[in-house]
């Protein structure tokens, strides 16, 4: 079919027509009634209710239809591992041999940092390492010289130290000795206080009787001038009152008596305290006397005390050249840390040193992002009910609208993003407000292009899950 060559032809617009008086037989238009008016509006509402009824049933089942499968979230973003990289050691930072969202490998220097102090430290354990070695084998020279010493006068200090012993045993059974001794003269003070108590008992009891006896003497020879006691009565209450005099002075002479046997035995008790204590002297002289020996046998023993002490040394010795061969492998591993290298591939980003900077530990000089991501879609928690993991994905990307990715879901967090953030919810105080809470989704790619476009963590990402 071939086109027509012949130009369009112009558009004529209608002019307004001169009025015409109707004929005059024509007879006069009717005027439409209101029930036919009516009618029409009722027919354009049914059609449109039918149009709209259809349309609904077009698009609205097919959505539904699809709700029931799927379910999907714009609150979803794009995630990788990060690894902010901080100094082991703190130094001037001499070199930065990377860019900003460079792509560098394992093992890739990323900051070199002055090394010098570090390396005065190692030279400086490396020294003392040496002189830890040529300590250790000084003591070990020293020891096979002391081993080959002979033990000349051991054995008259041996026989010293049995007289010693010998001396002790003699002072012991001489202080046993002394101590019975004054043991028995504390019994006999005991013995004697014994005799004085019953003694002045004694004499009491007679000075009682003595009273009683002159008192009834006077009685009687009061009542002999009246006669009526006879003089017998009262030469017989006479004679009882001497009686009892004699007695009572007997009983002091007795009592006299005693106490010069506990004079005597007191004395008795500071004798023989005297000779216990010559018998402790003698003792405490024979064991300043082993003693002594003990002493001259440990001089003169050189082997066994010289030996102890010189493998003493060489333990020592040993100790430190351990301690010095650790500092020094702790000097050249911080002498290491002194080359910031990447610890895993990515892309360097937030690089914020430079050279000449001061790099403190701890400090963060850069980041590296790793190239594996996944997506981090919050769903709310109504829309968990069939969701399962290594259930089907499609992902679009907001930033490539003409892609689409397919994944899985890998996990679902085991708590809403409210329950771990810095202030959780209290929803047992105050007035309560519930709020559809949103459930973390760790999403994963699969099988991505080979012409994947660029991706960055934190792009935005609208995920579908299908759920049935």
Not at 424 to 431: H, V
Request: aromatic fraction near 6%; include cysteine.
């Amino acid at each position: 079919m071939t086109e027509s060559t012949e130009p369009p032809s112009p558009i004529v617009r209608p002019t307004a027509a001169p009025s015409q008086s109707p004929p005059p037989n024509a007879e006069p238009a009717k005027p439409a009634t209101a029930a036919e008016n009516g009618s029409k509006r009722k027919k354009i509402f049914i059609i449109g209710g039918i149009v709209l009824l259809i349309l609904a049933l077009v698009f609205g089942i097919p959505w539904y239809l699809h709700a029931q499968k799927y379910v999907s979230t714009d609150d979803a973003y794009v995630r990788a591992h990060v690894i902010y990289i901080s100094p082991q050691v703190s130094a001037q930072v001499i070199s930065v041999p990377v860019l900003d969202n460079q792509y560098v490998k394992k093992g890739t220097v990323l900051a070199r940092l002055d090394p010098r102090d570090y390396q005065a430290a190692v030279d400086r354990y490396k020294a003392m390492l040496e002189q830890a070695i040529a300590a250790r084998q000084g003591s070990r020279y020293s020891l096979q010289l002391v081993k080959q010493t002979s033990p000349a006068k051991l054995s008259q200090a041996k026989a010293q130290v049995a007289i010693a012993r010998a001396s002790i045993a003699t002072a012991k059974a001489g202080e046993a000795q002394a101590a019975a001794a004054f043991d028995q003269a504390l019994a006999q003070v005991s013995g004697a206080m014994a005799g004085i108590a019953r003694a002045q008992a004694d004499v009491i009891a007679d000075a009682a009787t003595a009273r009683k006896a002159t008192a009834d003497y006077r009685r009687y020879d009061s009542l002999l001038k009246s006669g009526d006691v006879t003089p017998q009565q009262v030469d017989s209450y006479r004679a009882a009152a001497e009686s009892a005099r004699a007695i009572l002075a007997a009983a002091g002479k007795i009592v006299l008596s005693r106490r010069a046997e506990l004079t005597e035995a007191k004395a008795g008790v500071e004798a023989a305290r005297e000779n216990r204590v010559a018998a402790g002297a003698h003792l405490l002289e024979a064991n300043a006397n082993l003693l002594k020996s003990l002493a001259q046998q440990a001089a003169v023993n050189v082997i066994p005390q010289q030996v102890g002490q010189i493998q003493s040394n060489v333990s020592g010795s040993t100790g430190r050249m351990d301690q010095a061969r650790a500092e020094l492998q702790q000097a050249e591993l911080n002498l290491s840390y002194c080359t910031v290298r990447a610890p895993v591939s990515g892309y360097v980003t937030k690089k914020a040193v430079e050279p000449g900077n001061y790099a403190t530990t701890g400090s963060t000089l850069m980041t590296i992002v790793r190239p594996e991501m996944w997506v981090v879609a919050n769903f709310k928690e109504t829309a968990l009910v069939h969701m399962r993991p290594n259930d089907p994905v499609t992902i679009s990307i907001d930033a490539y609208p003409q892609y689409t990715f397919k994944g899985y879901v890998q996990s679902i967090q085991a708590g809403s993003g409210a329950e771990f953030s810095l202030l959780p919810p209290e929803n047992a105080t105050g007035n309560f407000v519930k709020v559809v809470q949103r459930i973390p989704v760790k999403i994963l790619f699969k099988d991505l292009p080979k012409n994947m476009p660029y991706l960055a963590a934190g792009m935005s990402a609208v995920p579908e899950v299908r759920v049935r």
